[in-house]
């Protein structure tokens, strides 16, 4: 019974990411029709691209792998910060832009501890 619900819960899974990926690559496609159509590419685009291209590498990498590696949701939390604050301009509330810039300031200090961490003391998922 155990091993049916893992199967069920695999296969959902699986299902769940292919259906990220598709809608990653459909929102990818409707950016691109909208920057053609504007004739017009900002930074804020980019960025946004840049997201998409790494949740669909974060979905890669778990196919293969089976794992998701920590950083790679960080790095998307710091490109959508960044993006937020493209998007905001000039007008932006100077506490909010503190606030934000620190959380990019923390979040990178994190993956910093993630990858910094001594092997022998910490291990993360293990096949066994």
């Known amino acids: 019974m155990e091993e049916r619900i893992a199967n069920l819960i695999n ?4 299902l769940l990411l292919a259906a990220i990926a598709f809608l990653a690559i459909l929102a990818t496609g409707q950016e691109i029709f ?6 017009n590419v900002e930074l804020a685009d980019l960025l946004l691209l840049f997201i998409y291209t790494e949740v669909l590498g974060m979905i ?3 196919f293969v792998s089976k794992r998701i590696p920590i950083t790679l949701p960080i ?3 710091i490109t959508a910060i960044t993006r937020l604050i493209i998007l905001q301009g000039k007008d932006m ?3 909010a832009l503190l606030f934000e810039s620190g959380a990019i300031f923390i979040l990178s200090l ?7 961490r001594p092997k022998s003391y910490y291990s993360y998922q293990t096949d066994e």
């Not at 296969?11 to 699986?14: D, F, G, P, T, V």
């Not at 909208?34 to 004739?39: A, E, G, H, K, T």
């Not at 994190?110 to 910094?116: F, G």
């Open 11 to 14: 296969i959902a899974e699986k």
């Open 34 to 39: 909208d920057i053609v159509q504007n004739r």
């Open 60 to 62: 890669g990498i778990f």
């Open 75 to 77: 790095f998307i939390a």
């Open 93 to 95: 509330d100077m506490i």
């Open 110 to 116: 994190a993956i910093l501890a993630v990858r910094y």
